[in-house]
């Protein structure tokens, strides 16, 4: 719950691979931590380098799962699950319209 977005930028900046946004999410109307949130780096290389050197870590006394995620499939999936509501559209998927980022998720989560 004390993790946020200056915490998350923290933690890549001091291992040299600065990203493009951090967004934590929270719960639409309880504004509760969902304990989710994405790191978007320029690219897939630094995004890997991250997710290895992080995976498994401790972060304020919790255990923090990383992994690669295109076109938030799996965040899309667990947002949906835990706020009762489909996640909001990413500023870096914008361009893409509904129906094409619906079935680019359906193909990655296979749901």
């Avoid at 967004?23 to 969902?34: A, D, G, M, Q, S």
């Avoid at 690669?68 to 899309?76: C, E, K, Y």
């Avoid at 129906?99 to 990655?108: D, G, P, Q, T, V």
């Amino acid at each position: 719950d004390n993790v946020n977005e200056k915490c998350l930028l923290d933690l890549a900046n001091n291992q040299k691979m600065p990203p493009e946004e951090v967004i934590v999410f929270y719960h639409p109307l309880t504004r509760k931590h969902l304990t989710i949130a994405l790191i978007l780096f320029k690219n897939s290389n630094t995004a890997r380098q991250f997710i290895e050197a992080n995976n498994g870590v401790s972060l304020m006394g919790q255990t923090i799962s990383c992994r690669l995620d295109p076109f938030g499939a799996r965040l899309s999936k667990m947002y949906t699950s835990m706020a009762n509501e489909p996640l909001p559209t990413l500023k870096y998927l914008r361009g893409m319209s509904e129906k094409k980022l619906a079935l680019r998720r359906e193909k990655i989560t296979g749901i």
